[in-house]
């Protein structure tokens, strides 16, 4: 089956910076993606990774490591509205298709 | 352009009716895929379409649910006799057809579902 781990919870303080890992174990992988969704609204995209490496998009940045089935979402000078759930999602193709496959999400709770 | 549209925004119906969900997602796009989020829960796949056909249904819980789309647009998730345990919002998310490149799915704002 697909497996994708990520913690539950974190915190930080405005301005600093953390770090939301994600470990997934499934078959036909085809990219990992992150989205950020704020508590009663929709998830929007953040970051797309299909080849190992970072990529770095203005405060945030997206690490993967195909081998070890690990990615990691790092964010940077920490906002109040940075407060939300993460989401990591990989991408699976099968049978000429794609389906993301979610993770349950971290709430990142950023206090002043 | 306008993004991915999805009503009613909430609803609230008593166990045993069914309900209709809709979901307009954005032109062009032609894959569509379903979601369900429980409170506090990740997204849990239901369906995903491309064009007007479903290759993958794994998703739906049990026979009660069916969704539908037409003319590469619009498309509804139908659940019958509701039961409390459907109590969710389902969220519809739409996208060029994946496969190589990003391609990433847009989300409408969901529709909040209450059994009561």
């Known amino acids: 089956g697909q497996n994708i781990d990520q913690p539950t919870e974190m915190t930080a303080t405005e301005g600093a910076i953390v770090q939301i890992n994600c470990t997934y174990q499934?078959?036909?992988?085809?990219?990992l993606f992150w989205y950020q969704q704020h508590a009663g609204e929709a998830p929007t995209f953040l970051s797309y990774?299909?080849?190992?490496g970072l990529e770095e998009k203005g405060r945030f940045s997206s690490f993967l490591s195909r081998s070890k089935g690990y990615s990691y979402l790092l964010l940077k000078e920490l906002q109040m509205k940075d407060s939300a759930s993460y989401l990591c999602?990989?991408?699976?193709?099968?049978?000429?298709?794609?389906?993301?496959?979610f993770g349950k999400g971290t709430m990142l709770l950023v206090s002043p | 352009g306008a993004g991915v549209s999805q009503s009613p925004s909430n609803k609230v119906t008593e166990k045993g009716k069914d309900v209709e969900l809709r979901c307009d997602p954005i032109s062009g796009h032609t894959a569509l895929y379903w979601y369900r989020q429980r409170l506090g829960q990740g997204l849990e796949f239901l369906i995903y379409f491309q064009g007007n056909s479903a290759p993958d249904k794994s998703g739906l819980p049990s026979d009660r649910f069916s969704a539908e789309r037409t003319g590469e647009s619009v498309s509804t998730l139908t659940i019958q006799r509701t039961q409390q345990e459907d109590s969710a919002v389902y969220l519809c998310?739409?996208?060029?057809?994946?496969?190589?490149?990003?391609?990433?799915?847009?989300f409408g704002p969901g529709t909040r579902l209450t059994v009561t």
């Open positions: 998310a739409s996208s060029h057809t994946p496969g190589q490149g990003v391609h990433e799915q847009y």
């Open positions: 499934t078959s036909g992988f085809n990219g």
């Open positions: 999602a990989v991408r699976l193709t099968n049978s000429g298709y794609s389906t993301l496959t």
């Open positions: 990774n299909v080849l190992d």
